[in-house]
């Protein structure tokens, strides 16, 4: 058990650029969740997957953002044209069902300059 | 609908005892507990299923009062390791958003030597 990892671990680009994080879930977990954390709040939900399937986006995820789960394993999210209220910490999480503790990975830090 | 936590803030001294309250306006499945550090992903500490059950680990403890949808942790006997931002995150019952977790704003816990 190698715990969950993301990639990258910091990002920096500028507003407008399109970019694109991964996460490596636990290998046997097929619950994977995407949460988006600001400064001083808790983790906001986004997205999650059964597997490969993309059960619920929250409203907060607007028509620029997308995630993909292709083979039930790792995920990638991507933003498109990013603006600066996309700068957060952008945390993976998986668990084994849906009513399993969840393990987060270190998250990606993304600064929308 | 975000869990409301309490306090928002506790400072300690080595040794001394907290507790950190979570409560929700909805029907509650179950409570997650985590705990961050600054610029680390959240850890997770422990879950509480609806049953009105009580866990514990090392010194710290969690209750689950089904009834009045609350949860309470209960850290005793504080270490300098101990502090961090607390994280309660809710699972609510019925409706679709299985496993789908909606965090309290977070207790910021501070223990001094």
């Known amino acids: 058990d190698t715990g969950v990892s993301q990639d990258p671990r910091h990002k920096i680009t500028k507003r407008g650029q399109n970019v694109t994080f991964r996460c490596d879930p636990i290998?046997?977990?097929?619950?994977l969740y995407w949460y988006r954390q600001t400064l001083g709040q808790g983790p906001e939900f986004l997205t999650y997957?059964?597997?490969?399937?993309?059960?619920?986006k929250s409203r907060l995820l607007s028509d620029r953002f997308s995630a993909e789960r292709p083979k039930g394993s790792f995920s990638t999210l991507e933003i498109q044209r990013t603006e600066q209220g996309d700068s957060a910490m952008y945390l993976c999480?998986?668990?084994?069902?849906?009513?399993?503790?969840?393990?987060f990975g270190p998250g990606t830090r993304l600064t929308v300059t | 609908q975000q869990p409301v936590q309490s306090p928002q803030a506790v400072i300690l001294r080595e040794g001394e005892d907290a507790v950190i309250n979570c409560s929700s306006s909805?029907?509650?499945?179950?409570v997650h507990w985590y705990r961050q550090k600054h610029g680390e992903a959240p850890v997770f500490l422990m879950i509480l299923l609806k049953g009105g059950e009580q866990k514990g680990h090392d010194k710290i403890s969690a209750s689950f009062n089904e009834k009045k949808q609350q949860s309470s942790l209960y850290l005793t006997a504080s270490q300098l390791s101990y502090s961090g931002t607390y994280f309660c995150g809710t699972h609510h019952a019925g409706g679709t958003s299985y496993g789908k977790l909606t965090f309290g704003q977070g207790t910021i816990l501070t223990v001094h030597p």
């Open positions: 999480a998986s668990s084994l069902t849906s009513v399993n503790e969840q393990y």
């Open positions: 997957f059964q597997n490969e399937a993309q059960l619920e």
């Open positions: 290998s046997e977990h097929n619950r």
């Open positions: 909805k029907a509650l499945y179950s």
